[in-house]
């Protein structure tokens, strides 16, 4: 009876226990099975892109070709084997400007580099030569040699009529990372920022279409593919994107990029007079004017026919300051930055209206502009 007994629960047991190892290898059975039977799952149609992404699509197929990535270097020299090498120095983005072959990019791009050279969109490299130059606008004009399929200029627009909240589009190679396209809005307009250089920039646009190191010379984009900007910084505590970029605006690159491409250099409009910043504010807080001192009129120069006076020195010490410039074209000057400012919506050969204080008086002058003064050696 009672090995019957032993028998009966050890059977029940045995039971319980292959019940719960089933129970527990149940999902694994399942699985199992329907891993077997595991096929793709449909695909469920989408319908028609909507029409703002084929926009977007068509202004980014119709455009890229007309954006390059240009890759610096720097020579250096082993001091222990004289031996020079070129070595990787930054990169950044360019625009197709021209069918001669003229690339546009940012100066601070190649600023410092002994070579630099273009990618084109297909893949094909070629070695540029730096045409010219303008730091003070953070522009710059390069040159390639493309003898067939050369690429498309980008489309020129406008920015003197752009309006805060119209779509922007952006094409770059931030951080090495090529063709890349970002999308936002104008932000804001009229900005100026100064550059590291020193340079301030007038009239940027501002932007949140995102742009990151190496987005730097490439094109701000209004929805209809046109230049509307060439990137050319960030506002970013980090270095990366945060929410704020700026484009030097077309027109004004429109303005300096055949002066580069034919000279070399932008010739700087100047009313012919050397100012400086620094002693100027000193003269104004010992002599209380608002204005700007004329130190000296440069020899040959429009102002000095004119008859603007400089500053005179005596052997005592004392000066006479001489002519105050007061305004030009009727808008106030209190620094010689407003005066650069002003100058920078004229060319060399225009004339300006000039108001000058002298020994109390007030005056005006009809000054042709001329280009700015430089120091030679």
């Known amino acids: 009876m009672e090995e019957r007994f032993i028998r009966r629960l050890f059977a029940i047991s045995f039971a319980v226990m292959t019940l719960m190892l089933f129970w527990q290898a149940l999902p694994w059975v399942g699985e199992f ?46 001091p222990w084997s004289r031996n020079i090498y070129n070595i990787p120095r930054g990169t950044g983005s360019g625009i197709v400007w021209d069918e001669a072959g003229h690339i546009v990019t940012n100066y601070h791009v190649i600023a410092g580099a002994s070579e630099a050279r273009v990618r084109l969109s297909d893949g ?65 307009l009229e900005r100026s920022m100064t550059e590291s250089n020193g340079a301030r920039i007038r009239n940027l646009i501002q932007t949140d279409a995102a742009i990151n190191p190496g987005n730097s010379g490439g094109p701000l984009l209004d929805s209809a593919g046109r230049l509307i900007g060439v990137n050319t910084a960030i506002f970013s505590p980090s270095g990366a994107y945060a929410g704020i970029g700026f484009a030097i605006p077309v027109d004004t690159v429109n303005k300096i990029v055949p002066k580069l491409i034919a000279y070399g250099k932008y010739l700087e409009p100047s009313l012919g007079v050397e100012t400086d910043e620094r002693i100027n504010r000193i003269a104004q807080t010992r002599l209380g004017f608002d204005g700007v001192m004329v130190l000296r009129t440069i020899p040959g120069s429009s102002a000095e026919k004119a008859g603007l006076r400089g500053v005179t020195l005596y052997p005592d010490g004392s000066f006479d300051p001489g002519d105050i410039i007061i305004a030009v074209d009727g808008k106030p000057v209190h620094s010689p930055k407003d005066i650069e400012e002003i100058l920078e919506d004229h060319e060399v050969g225009d004339a300006v209206t000039v108001e000058i204080s002298r020994d109390g008086r007030l005056l005006k002058m009809r000054l042709i502009l001329e280009p700015a003064y430089e120091e030679e050696g």
């Open 33 to 78: 099975i329907l891993s077997q039977q595991a096929e793709p799952r449909p695909v469920t149609p989408r319908g028609d892109l909507a029409e703002d992404e084929k926009a977007t699509i068509e202004l980014f197929e119709r455009t890229k070709d007309s954006v390059v990535y240009i890759a610096t270097s720097q020579a250096v020299i082993d």
């Open 124 to 188: 094909r490299d070629y070695h540029a030569v730096l045409i010219g130059a303008s730091a003070g606008h953070d522009l710059a004009v390069l040159r390639i040699n493309v003898p067939i399929r050369r690429p498309k200029p980008v489309m020129i627009g406008t920015s003197r009529d752009l309006k805060v909240g119209q779509k922007t589009f952006a094409i770059g190679n931030p951080f090495g990372l090529d063709w890349t396209l970002t999308t936002g809005i104008v932000s804001a």
